[in-house]
C-alpha cells in the first residue's frame, strides 16, 4: 500500500507526462486500471482515497469514448421504471443524489416535463402520474425536486411552442444535468491528488501473471513500450471491453446520437421529454443551446470513429419538429453532433432500448476485474463494489491491506471549489489563454482536439469553433512549443475528428470543418 503522507500535495499542479511514466514503471502498482472514461476514473479515485497505490492507463485521451458523448444526464431513469427494473432505478435515483452533493459544480437540478398525446398508449398520464411519485420515493422521499402534473393549458403556458394536437397534459419531475467529459477529468484530478497516476495517450498491450501481472503498454506519444507491474489489472474499458485480453466479457454495443441547435429555435425553459412509440428522446437546455437526442440502434462500426450518420440527423429532427412544429428544423440548423455508443451486456433478444442498464463486475482470472454495462449515474458505485472486491483479495493474498481504509467517495468533495471555478462546470468556460493554460498544465491535454472537444465544449457550443480552435491552437503552441508544422498539423487532426459531426449537405459544421482543413 502506499504511503498517505506520500501523496500528491500540491493542489494547483499535475505530474509531468515524464513523472507519470516514472511512477507506473517504477515499484510495483497495488492496481493497475485500464480505461481512462467515468468508470476507470471513478476506480482510480476510491482505491487512491483508500490508500493503494494506483495507476490508470488510456489509449487515446481520458474520456475519448463513451464517457464525453452521452445525454449529460444524472438520472434513475423513468423508462426504466416503466419496463420494471426498480433496482436500477432505485440504484440510481440515490447515486445522483451523491454525485450533486460531492460535485454541485458538474450536478444541476434539472426538472423534466413529459407531456403526453392520446395517439400514444405506450405513455399514459394517469399511469405517469403515478410513476412520477413512484419515482420520487425511490430517491428515499428526497428527489432533486417535487414532482407533480400539469393540465393543458398550465403546460402549454410553460411551452407554448409545443403541438397541441391531441395533447392531454404532463407530469413534472426532477433529474440531474452534468458534464460527462468533465466530470471524469475532475474525478481524474482528485485521483491524482491522493497519489493516483494516470496516464492519457498509453496503450494496454498484454499481461501475464506469475507472482504479479507484467503488463506491457505503450506510450503512445513516445512511441516506448513500458512494462508495468502491478497485484491487480481492472478492466475499466467500456466499449473496448471485450477485445482487451484476459477480458471475459461479452457486450451488445448500441449508438447514440445528439445534435445541437439553437434554443431559439426550440425553445424549452426545462427538458422536454419527446416520444416515438416506447422509445424517449429529450430537448434539454444547455445555456443558449438546446440538446436533442438520442437515438438507440445496435452499432458494429469502429469504435474510434463513431458519427452522426444522415439517417440519425433525419430521425432526431422529425420527432423533434412533431413535437415543435413551428420549428421546422433542417440539417443546416444543426450547429454541432456527437455520437457514442453505450457497452451494455450482451443480450441478443430485443430491441437495443430493452436491454437492461444493470452493471456486472467479474474475476475470470486471480488478480483481474472485468467491469461492464452501468450507466454514466452509478459510475461511484461502481467504482466502490468493484475496489470493495479488490481490497478483499489483496487482504487475502498480503495481510498489509487487511488495514485498507474504507470508501470515502460518497462523502469526499470531488475537488476544492477553488480548483473548478472558472474551468469546469456544465456550460464551456469562457475562451482564454489562462483556461487553455489550465487544461495544458493541469488536465494532460496534449491535442488541440482534447481541449477543444472534451475538456472546454467550445467545439460543441459555439458556432464560431473555427475561430476558437485557431485561437486555441495559437495559445497552445506557446505553452507546449508546438512549431508551425505542428500548429497546422493540430488543425488538421481536430478538423478530421470533427468533419462527420454534422454529415449533411449545407450543415454549418460541415462547412465550419471544411474550413479548418484549408491552408
Known amino acids: 500500500m502506499s504511503n498517505m503522507k506520500d501523496r500528491t500535495t500540491n493542489q494547483n499542479s499535475a505530474p509531468t507526462r515524464a513523472s507519470a511514466i516514472a511512477g507506473l514503471t517504477n515499484g510495483v502498482l497495488d492496481l493497475l486500471i485500464v480505461g481512462g472514461g467515468i468508470v476507470g476514473s471513478g476506480i482510480a479515485r476510491d482505491a487512491a482515497l ?27 431513469g423513468l423508462r426504466y421504471l416503466a419496463q420494471g427494473r426498480v433496482g436500477l432505478v432505485h440504484e440510481a435515483s440515490v447515486e445522483k443524489k451523491i454525485v450533486h452533493h460531492i460535485a454541485p459544480h458538474l450536478a444541476e437540478p434539472l426538472p423534466f416535463i413529459f407531456p403526453t398525446y392520446r395517439h400514444n398508449r405506450n405513455w399514459v398520464l394517469w399511469q ?72 492519457n495517450y498509453c496503450r494496454f498491450q498484454d499481461a ?13 506519444l513516445g512511441g516506448h513500450a ?20 484476459h477480458s471475459r466479457v461479452k457486450l451488445r454495443v448500441t449508438k447514440g446520437v445528439h445534435l445541437v441547435v439553437d434554443r431559439a429555435r426550440v ?30 440502434t445496435d452499432y458494429r462500426g469502429p469504435l474510434d470513429d463513431i458519427h452522426a450518420d444522415t439517417e440519425d440527423v433525419q430521425y ?9 412544429p413551428q420549428a421546422r428544423l433542417a440539417p443546416a440548423d444543426v450547429i454541432s453532433s456527437w455520437a457514442g455508443v453505450r457497452p451494455l451486456i450482451a443480450d441478443p433478444h430485443g430491441n437495443p432500448s430493452d436491454i437492461s442498464r444493470s452493471h456486472e463486475i467479474h474475476t475470470p482470472e486471480p488478480g483481474w476485474w472485468d467491469v461492464a454495462g452501468g450507466k454514466l449515474t452509478t459510475y461511484r458505485l461502481m467504482a466502490e463494489q468493484t475496489v470493495d472486491q479488490i481490497v478483499k483479495w489483496l487482504a487475502r493474498e498480503n495481510r498489509d491491506f487487511a488495514g485498507a481504509k474504507p470508501c470515502r467517495t460518497a462523502r469526499e468533495p470531488l475537488l476544492p471549489a477553488d480548483q473548478v471555478a472558472g474551468v469546469s462546470g456544465i456550460l464551456p468556460p469562457e475562451c482564454n489563454r489562462r483556461v487553455v493554460e489550465h487544461f495544458c498544465a493541469k488536465e494532460w491535454a496534449v491535442h488541440l482536439d482534447d481541449v477543444m472537444l472534451r475538456r472546454s465544449s467550445w467545439h460543441y457550443y459555439h458556432r464560431d469553433a473555427r475561430r476558437l480552435a485557431e485561437r486555441t491552437a495559437d495559445w497552445m503552441a506557446e505553452l507546449l512549443g508546438w512549431s508551425i508544422d505542428t500548429r497546422a498539423a493540430e488543425l488538421e487532426r481536430y478538423a478530421r475528428a470533427t468533419r462527420q459531426d454534422s454529415p449533411l449537405p449545407g450543415n454549418a459544421a460541415d462547412a465550419r470543418s471544411a474550413a479548418l482543413s484549408r491552408p
Open 316 to 324: 432526431v429532427l422529425q420527432v423533434t419538429n412533431q413535437f415543435f
Open 208 to 220: 501475464r501473471r506469475g507472482g504479479l501481472w507484467e503488463c506491457e503498454v505503450r506510450d503512445v
Open 128 to 199: 405517469l402520474k403515478i410513476g412520477v411519485k413512484i419515482y420520487d420515493l425511490l430517491c428515499g422521499g428526497r428527489n432533486l425536486g417535487n414532482s407533480s402534473w400539469l393540465t393543458t393549458g398550465e403546460l402549454l403556458a410553460r411551452v407554448p411552442a409545443l403541438s397541441q394536437q391531441a395533447l392531454t397534459g404532463a407530469v413534472r419531475y426532477y433529474d440531474g444535468f452534468t458534464n460527462d467529459a468533465r466530470l471524469t477529468l475532475d474525478t481524474l484530478r482528485s485521483a491524482s491528488l491522493a497519489g493516483g497516476i494516470v496516464l
Open 226 to 245: 513500458l512494462n508495468v507491474r502491478a497485484r491487480a489489472v481492472v478492466n475499466a474499458t467500456g466499449p473496448w471491453a471485450d477485445g482487451l485480453p
Open 267 to 296: 425553445p424549452v425553459p426545462e427538458t422536454v421529454v419527446m416520444t416515438e412509440g416506447k422509445r424517449i428522446l429529450f430537448a434539454i437546455p444547455w445555456g443558449e443551446r438546446t440538446i436533442l437526442g438520442t437515438t438507440d
Open 50 to 76: 483508500r490508500g493503494l497505490r494506483v495507476g490508470l492507463v488510456e489509449q487515446q485521451d481520458f474520456a475519448f469514448g463513451t464517457s464525453s458523448r452521452s445525454s449529460r444526464l444524472l438520472h434513475g
